[in-house]
């Protein structure tokens, strides 16, 4: 990890947790964890395209409540073998926050004790439910250069693009594009302009589509042959 540094929080009618840093929600305030089905799952057409040694990448890892979604969904696919699940992160937060946050969805709480666990030893490495979890910690635009793996599926949920611009940019997306298998796909909560150009730059077919809850559009895609 290239730096020490904790998420900042502030809680939100005490069950949402804001990052100060970006004055942004972690997730939805309408319900995170059908956002993050609809944005996450469903964008990157899961969990229809599950198969043994599946990778999942994120940028963003939060709360974890993508993670524990992605069990969910696995495990309902009948938990297709070696599948992956790694996830960037430059601003981990305590396991007081993460669990603190997940009381807001006990579908995904229930799941969560091997996370909460494994997180509170300070582990970055870990088994949930037979789902194998990596969490690398630091700046995705230093961390993601450095990695070997390939993504079959990327969600990218960084905070707000105009609170967070770092996390959108050209030279990211082009390295997620170029972490991508062939075939590979990522899905966004974001419809904005510049980042759905930065992809298209990178390599994607890039499609807006429906949007979860207030949010008219989203983005979707993959990569080009």
Do not use: C
């Not at 502030?10 to 059908?34: H, M, Q």
């Not at 579908?107 to 969490?135: C, I, M, S």
């Not at 450095?146 to 390295?175: C, I, Q, R, T, Y």
């Amino acid at each position: 990890m290239k730096q020490d540094q904790t998420a900042e929080l502030e809680w939100k009618d005490g069950a949402i947790p804001v990052a100060t840093r970006f004055d942004d929600p972690y997730f939805s305030l309408e319900n995170g964890l059908d956002e993050t089905r609809h944005v996450f799952l469903a964008g990157n057409d899961l969990p229809a395209r599950f198969r043994p040694g599946f990778h999942i990448a994120e940028l963003g890892f939060g709360t974890g409540l993508n993670m524990l979604a992605t069990v969910m969904a696995w495990q309902g696919a009948g938990a297709p073998e070696n599948t992956r699940f790694t996830s960037f992160e430059a601003y981990p937060m305590a396991v007081e926050d993460i669990a603190r946050a997940l009381e807001a969805f006990p579908e995904a709480r229930a799941l969560a004790d091997p996370f909460l666990t494994a997180w509170g030893q300070g582990k970055r490495v870990f088994d949930v439910h037979g789902l194998a979890v990596e969490v690398i910690e630091g700046d995705a635009r230093e961390e993601l250069s450095h990695w070997s793996g390939g993504a079959d599926a990327w969600f990218l949920d960084g905070f707000s693009p105009a609170k967070n611009p770092e996390l959108w940019g050209e030279e990211l997306m082009a390295d997620v594009a170029r972490h991508t298998n062939p075939n590979g796909t990522f899905a966004t909560y974001t419809a904005a302009g510049f980042v759905r150009r930065a992809l298209d730059a990178a390599g994607f077919a890039v499609e807006r589509s429906p949007g979860y809850g207030r949010k008219r559009h989203m983005s979707r895609g993959g990569l080009r042959l």
